[in-house]
């Protein structure tokens, strides 16, 4: 090799990876002096480039950047409304958008994770797991009472215990307590009250888990959050240790409390905090917590610790078998004895408890929406005397009315209470709710 | 961060990826941004619009193996555009933009000999300066840079010898190159 084509070839030396000529360049710069002080200039110079202090991308970029990227999920999400026919897709969508508003009501958090880690890209990963699960089972404990509603909660109940299955293909799940269990087959959902012997029939979308139903779709916690229009950027806070990411959500109780007797009875009806935790490695929740704010307490109403992923659940789960003898609760326009002529809430009442006094049982079915009067109705309330009927009142967010009464039982007991009333149905016929 | 960036095998698919991507290739996109733009702003900005219109195609560019170097080349593209839409703003002295953890003395060297071999590489032409910067500060190859810049490996050569003799010959005149 000429010291011409050396010149030529002597850049190869400096490459990422040299070729098959470079033993040849070496060989002619061991013998010429000239080329090999060209060389080692050319050589020092280029050492100097690369150790000279290099730009570096400023602390926030990689949030920054993290979160435009979320924004342009969320954006392409929303305009590939074409393919929203498949579900995969349309779960991602719902969660991108949720993930991409929540990132702009969190505009402050990338000081949480430290270095270039972000809170946008956190969650919008946790989005993409979410979306992509087939079954989830959370296990957990809620503060209730066993048999009552899914939506009851009180600071000073005992935990009970709660479980959710949730099956995404096919579209199955089944929330269940002690006492109460609620199955969506795919085609309808079955509640079952075990105490009562009482069901309830109704469409996949009846509401008979309340506050828990969004759980079962926990790509959609995010939006559900969002729907709040009172959620401000000071509500929300994201964290990270420990490999968790952890999304903390304060909320003001809903309703209107001129009366209390709603107030910290249900989630939404009490000032709290859900605490979401999210594992760093699969980016999937892995355990919530609701604390309730009382003014004189913080307690926790609602844990699911023990949140398991593509589980494959047994058949029968999701099979409710009805005892025989179970009385229906049926909606109000299914009612063959409705009373059409109560004038409104303590009408209702008077009317529910006078029933119950003369152990009429058919006049009972008027206003209470079953297929039969359930046994324990009829021997626990069956020949009661009334002691007062106060004034009605609404309470929190509850659609109708809650009527004080004082009723002495046949065994002499006497019970104060507020018994539930509405008549927000099609035919705006009142209906016993709950509260005896 | 350079073993990081060399284990790019494929165009990203998910926001997960992509952010193994940008805590890749962050600095070194920002860094060659920067040299084009001259302002960190701008050389900000145009790396974050390269990252998303990469998030944008990345179905499209799903079967490119080579990431790193069309990275460079979007954020080239990018610059130039810059360069077309704006009126470019002075340099930003790059000394007061580089971090250091070092010893205050060594830290005030280490700025002087990054401006004065930003002033020489300013001194040749730019293309030569770019081949030169992008093998020195991003670790890529000449056949990476060849994808870089849209020219031919031998072209890159050139231009990289071309730049290194004219930067020795300055650096002789001014008395030495050492």
Known sequence: MNCQETIYRMTDLLDKEQGPKAELVREHLANCPACRVRFEEHEHIFESVRRARRIAASHQFGAKTMKAIANEAALEATTTGKFWHLQGWRRWAVAACATAQLIFLLPSLAPHFGGRRSASAVLAQSIEAMSNVQTIHMTGRMRTIPGDNFELIGAEYDFVPLELWREYNPSRWRVEKPGRVVVMDGTSSTLYISQLNQYMKASTQAGFVEWLRPLLNPESILQNELDSTKMKPSDATVTESNGNVTLTVRRKAEGSFANTWTKNKSIDESDHTCIYKFDSATKRLQALQVVIHTGSQDVPVLELNDIRYNETPPDKLFALQIPEGATQIIAPEQMSSAVDAILGPKDAAEYFFNALAQKDWNAVLGVYPTSTVPDLVKSYYGGLSILSIGVPFKSGIYAGYFVPYRIRLYDGTVISHNLAVRNDNPQKRWVVDGGF | ?178
Not at chain 2, 9 to 25: D, G, K, M, N, S
Not at chain 2, 112 to 136: C, F, M, T
């Open chain 2, 1 to 178: 961060m350079l073993a990081m960036a060399q284990q790019i095998p494929a165009w990203p698919q998910t926001i997960e990826q992509f952010e193994r991507l940008v805590e890749a290739t962050q600095d070194d996109l920002v860094n060659f941004a920067f040299h084009q733009l001259g302002n960190q702003d701008d050389a900000e900005d145009a790396v974050q619009d390269v990252y998303v219109q990469a998030y944008r195609d990345r179905s499209k560019r799903q079967r490119i193996t080579e990431v790193r170097p069309y990275l460079f080349r979007m954020v080239r593209n990018r610059c130039t555009d810059f360069h077309r839409s704006r009126l470019r703003r002075p340099a930003e002295p790059v000394t007061d933009l580089v971090a250091s953890n070092e010893d205050t003395f060594s830290r005030v060297a280490a700025q002087e000999q990054s401006k004065e071999l930003d002033r020489l590489l300013g001194g040749i032409p730019s293309r030569e300066a770019e081949v030169i910067r992008l093998r020195a500060h991003s670790e890529l190859s000449f056949a990476e840079i060849a994808i870089v810049v849209g020219a031919s490996v031998p072209t890159v050569k050139s231009r990289f010898r071309y730049g290194l003799d004219k930067l020795r010959r300055t650096l002789r005149a001014k008395g030495g190159t050492r």
